[in-house]
T-cell receptor, first 115, second 115 residues
Framework: GAVVSQHPSWVICKSGTSVKIECRSL??????MFWYRQFPKQSLMLMAT?????????EQGVEKDKFLINHASLTLSTLTVTSAHPEDSSFYIC???????????FGPGTRLTVT | AQKITQTQPGMFVQEKEAVTLDCTYD???????LFWYKQPSSGEMIFLIY??????QNATEGRYSLNFQKARKSANLVISASQLGDSAMYFC????????????FGQGTRLTINP
């Protein structure tokens, strides 16, 4: 089946720094990718929809200036957490819909810890 | 707006028994898809089963079946002959068939299989 990768799988950064997370579709093209955030013992919450060649669509309550999304190609979307704070520590997961049917392919996730 | 409700925060089941995980949903969309995902401690999202709102028959995938009751807006997951490896978080999710393919997740149920 289709594969979505994320890099890095985990990252520790200091408060105030920025962190970039990559999401790649390895064997298919994705004009749309989704970024989710999952706090410990909670569900996945959609942060934004990444659209290739256009601006991302953010969910209500998500700061677009803090979570920068760039979908520069049909296989790569990046999420940059700017000026990270400890409360941004979370598990970030991306997904991409398949080309046909109802498939939704998830990346393995990135665990961010801000100290 | 779409909403998914999972009312069982945790379930404990003896190995080899069947288990039903509850999921109810609310939507005004005429056509939609319902999903179940398994999330082990590693964090990866594993797709289990899909049910389209217009599918006449309940979906089945190996030991997984989806008890779809459209009038009651419920989409319960049934796991037959549970195994120790089934211990994980389970999420019910839905999305529109037309338009945005983003998933809305329920709160999740932590399933523990006891030997």
């Amino acid at each position: 089946g289709a594969v979505v990768s994320q890099h890095p799988s985990w990252v520790i950064c200091k408060s105030g720094t920025s962190v970039k997370i990559e999401c790649r579709s390895l064997d298919f093209q994705a004009t749309t990718m989704f970024w989710y955030r999952q706090f410990p013992k909670q569900s996945l919450m959609l942060m934004a929809t990444s659209n290739e060649g256009s601006k991302a669509t953010y969910e209500q309550g998500v700061e677009k200036d803090k979570f920068l999304i760039n979908h520069a190609s049909l296989t790569l979307s990046t999420l940059t957490v700017t000026s990270a704070h400890p409360e941004d520590s979370s598990f970030y997961i991306c997904s991409a819909p398949g080309l046909a049917g109802h498939e939704q392919y998830f990346g393995p996730g990135t665990r961010l810890t801000v100290t | 707006a779409q909403k998914i409700t999972q009312t069982q925060p945790g379930m404990f089941v003896q190995e080899k028994e069947a288990v039903t995980l509850d999921c109810t949903y609310d939507t005004s969309d005429p056509s939609y898809g319902l999903f179940w995902y398994k999330q082990p401690s590693s964090g990866e999202m594993i797709f289990l089963i899909y049910q389209g709102s217009y599918d006449q028959q309940n979906a089945t995938e190996g030991r997984y079946s989806l008890n779809f009751q459209k009038a009651r807006k419920s989409a319960n997951l049934v796991i037959s002959a549970s195994q120790l490896g089934d211990s994980a978080m389970y999420f019910c999710a839905m999305r529109r068939i037309q338009g945005a393919q983003k998933l809305v997740f329920g709160q999740g149920t932590r399933l523990t299989i006891n030997p």
